[in-house]
Each structure stands twice: as C-alpha cells, then as structure tokens.
C-alpha cells in the first residue's frame, strides 16, 4: 500500500464522522490513526487518544470495572468463591464466564462457573449488607469446604451506599480463617473495565501477594500471568514452555490457585501474556522481589517461535537447545497447517475490535494465514498498548480507539472486509450483515488457540468462518429483498 492507500483511508474516516456535530466529530477524530511509513521511523509516533470516558451516545463497546475484575482477574482463580455483592443483575451477567477452563469438580474444588451473589434488595441499599454478607460467607464455608478463600467483588450500590466490605472481609477471615479479600470493582469506577484489573491487582498485592513459600525453588521456575486458560490456551502454552524444560508454578488467573499466587513471587521470572490486564502485577514483583517479566505472544507459528526464543535467551544454553529442539518439533505439523488453510483464505480483509492484548497478538496468526489486517483497535487501552501495536501493522491500516457501534459498521462496510473479529455484543450485528464474525473474546466456543496446538484450531475456525456457503445466502437474500 502507498500514499495514495492512506489518503483513501483518511478520508474514509473523516467522512465517517461526518454525522456527528462538530464538537463530538472533532473529539472522536482524535481516536483514529490511519498507518504510515514514518512512523515506525520517528520511534512509533502516535497521538491517538485513549483511556477517556466514552462519549454518551455513541454506544460504547466497553465493559465496566466490575466486569474487569470479577469477570477477567478474579472470576478464573478457581478454589477460591467470588461473591458478586450486590443487585442480581450484574451477577446474573457474569455468569458465564469467558470459558475459563479449570482442573477439578465443579463445586467441590472449581468454582468458576458457579456465581454467588448477595442479590440485594431495597431493605440493603437502605440498612445495609454487612450482615447478609456475613451470612453469605459463613454458608459459602459450610457449604464449600474445600474453598481456599473468598472475594467480595463490590457491584455500583455498594460503592454508592458505603458498605464497609473491608471490615466484614477482615472480622470472617479471622472468623473462618481463610483468606477473604475485598475488591472495591464498583462498576462506575473508572471510565472503562481496565481499572478493574488495576484494582484487582491491587488487592492480589495486598492481600495475597508473599503471603506463602515454595518447598523447592529451581532455577527455571516461571510464571504465566495473564493467561486466562480461554478454551485451554494456558494448558496449549504451558505444554511448550515445559517441553523447553521450564517449571511453571504459578499460573495465573486461568485455572489457577490461591497457592500459586501466594508463591509466585519465588519464580526468576513472570512471562506476562495479557499486558493490559496484568501489567501492575509484574511491576509490583519486579520492585518488591526483584522478578523481571518480559511479554509473550503464542498466537501463530511465527510469533510462537519468536516468544520461545526470546523466552529461552533468558536462560542457560539448556534451555535455549532445548527450545530449538522444541521449535523443530513441530515446524512439519504447522507448515502442513499453512499448507492446507492459507490458499483459502490468501489476501482475505480482517478488521478486529477487542479488549485487550488481542488486537495487537492476533496480527501474526492471521498474516501466518495470508489475510491481511485493514483495521484494528481496542475497548479499553492504553497509551502503551498502542505504542506496541504500531510496529506490528502495515501502512494504511486503520487504528483505533474505543469506536461505537456506528462506527464499526461504516468501517466495516466501506472497506468490504471478509471478517471481523470482536465480542460477543457485536457478533449478531455481523451475522446480519452478512460479514463472517469470529468472537475474538472467548473463541467462539472453540479453542484454545495459543500456541502450536492452538493455530491449528485458530487456522481451522478462521477457515470456517470465511468459506462458509452460508454467506452467499444471506448476501443472496439481502440482494434480493432489495430488488423487491
């Protein structure tokens, strides 16, 4: 793509937001980039404002600092019960989970797909909920003998009302003597859910961090943090990580434990794959214990085999042979795999919208395939989240920060894409269109799709999604109520 591709783009954006009044389109510009080759040469200039409020009225794809620490930090630790304090409705929402997989029996030593909440009434907003929620914490201990804790995740009256969680959090651990930890999540706190992870961090750092020591300590012990375990992406990544001869002992928060909290701060070093939502931890054990971190990307052949050998370049010359020997073993399977996919889905157009690390990580997995990304961007980030996804895009791409429904649409239309990558809230948008959607949250109910064993999942969905022959019918039905 050349100068002409990026003036085309510019005003593809501009003449998007020409809808808006004045005041709201000269606002909303500033969250748009379009790629260009100096760029990457003035050490990745970017202005694109990001991590404000969301303009009201546009329809903002965010979630809400609840959703970021129960649903993204808290929810996947998977012997502790998180209690969702507060109206039933926020508690009903996060039921689900985001497919959280986790060892164990249900209810007996997993709690992640279990939701607990204090389903406040108009007596609580009124005298309170410190009793019921100590109630609720006697019975989760009598009910649950197996928790190794609990978390009070706070809903938006609670905040509003003053509810002291941390006096009731601190009289029942000493009465049931388990951890209980307060998260003060309020939804309306911040202006998106990435503040939630910040506070959920925090009280990891407060409450849990240092708190219990390792029998034996290696000199290849690791940590995976911010890893979800999404349809088993940990468990696809950990397998590579220990082929290389690494230990890990804390795995965090997919499918991990109170324990390996409690101990991760005895491992030499914290491999981070979600930065947005796990960032502040790292730093806090780096400054506390002197752990160094360095960031990973386990999506696609291509970025899998850089991690690793970043990764192994931290360690001895036997880690580093043994990753080599790791990367050989599975080169045949993975060429066989962009063998078979990439003729079908060659120069295909992505665009992607996604909350974290994804926008940015995905990249490689689809150039892997051929397809090519034309516009991408995020809910909830930072400055530096788009600092470090500027390298990763070619020029004329659209970059872009927290866009509403409108927006996504027009762009979407106007640049003819073959498949869009977001959430679950934008997915049946999509199908209506006629536009092939992969739900880059959860997977679509597939995955996993970190690692070796995951691009091939990730190569076959893509396939799927894209060369379905139900497009063309629906596109076929569009065209003809038209006609009509």
Not at 172 to 200: D, N, T, W, Y
Not at 446 to 458: A, L, M, Q, W
């Amino acid at each position: 793509m050349g100068t002409t591709d990026v003036i085309q783009k510019k005003q593809l954006v501009e003449e998007m937001l020409e809808i808006f009044p004045e005041k709201a389109k000269k606002e909303r510009k500033r969250h748009y980039e379009v790629m260009e080759e100096d760029y990457k040469q003035t050490n990745c200039k970017c202005a694109i404002k990001s991590n404000v409020k969301s303009r009201p009225g546009v329809m903002t794809i965010r979630g809400c600092a609840y959703a970021g620490s129960k649903g993204v930090v808290w929810g996947p630790i998977k012997d502790m019960v998180h209690i969702s304090h507060g109206p039933i409705g926020c508690g009903q929402y996060s039921w689900g989970t985001r497919r959280n997989y986790a060892s164990g029996m249900l209810g007996i030593d997993n709690f992640t797909a279990m939701q607990v909440t204090s389903d406040f009434q108009e007596t609580d907003i009124v005298f309170g909920g410190d009793k019921k929620l100590e109630l609720i914490c006697r019975e989760i201990k009598e009910m649950f003998p197996l928790a190794k804790g609990i978390t009070i995740q706070s809903e938006c009256p609670v905040g509003l009302i003053g509810d002291d969680i941390e006096a009731v959090a601190k009289k029942m651990s000493k009465e049931l003597g388990i951890p209980i930890v307060p998260v003060r999540c309020e939804g309306f706190r911040g202006v998106s859910q990435s503040l939630g992870h910040h506070i959920a961090n925090d009280a990891i750092r407060d409450f849990l961090m240092g708190r219990a020591e390792l029998k034996e300590c290696g000199p290849y012990d690791v940590n995976i943090i911010g890893d979800y375990n999404i349809g088993g992406d940990a468990w696809a990544s950990r397998i590579l990580l220990e082929e290389m001869g690494l230990r890990v002992i804390g795995q965090w928060s997919g499918d991990g434990t109170l324990q390996e909290i409690m101990t991760a701060h005895k491992a030499k070093l914290n491999l981070i794959h979600c930065f947005r939502s796990m960032n502040y931890m790292c730093e806090v054990m780096e400054n506390q214990y002197g752990i160094p971190s360095l960031e990973y990307n386990f999506f696609g052949p291509t970025k899998t085999i850089e991690s690793l050998r970043k990764i192994a370049s931290f360690f001895d010359e036997t880690i580093q042979e043994n990753c080599e020997k790791v990367i050989a073993r599975y080169k045949d399977e993975m060429d066989a795999v962009v063998a078979k996919y990439r003729p079908r889905l060659d120069g295909k157009k992505v665009m992607l919208l996604i909350g974290g690390l994804r926008a940015r990580h995905t990249i490689g997995a689809y150039e892997d395939l051929g397809m090519e990304i034309v516009a991408t961007g995020y809910e909830f980030a930072h400055k530096d989240d788009y600092l470090k996804t500027i390298p990763e895009l070619k020029q004329a791409t659209i970059l872009m920060d927290d866009p509403g429904a409108y927006e996504l649409e027009e762009i979407a239309q106007r640049l003819d894409i073959d498949l869009m990558g977001a959430g679950v809230k934008e997915k049946y948008v999509y199908h209506k269109m006629g536009i092939p959607f992969r739900q880059m949250h959860s997977w679509d109910y597939s995955g996993p799709y970190h690692g070796f064993d995951g691009f091939k999942v990730f190569a076959r969905d893509m396939d799927m999604a894209v060369n379905s022959p139900v497009w063309n019918l629906v596109k076929a039905r569009q065209k003809k109520e038209v006609t009509a």
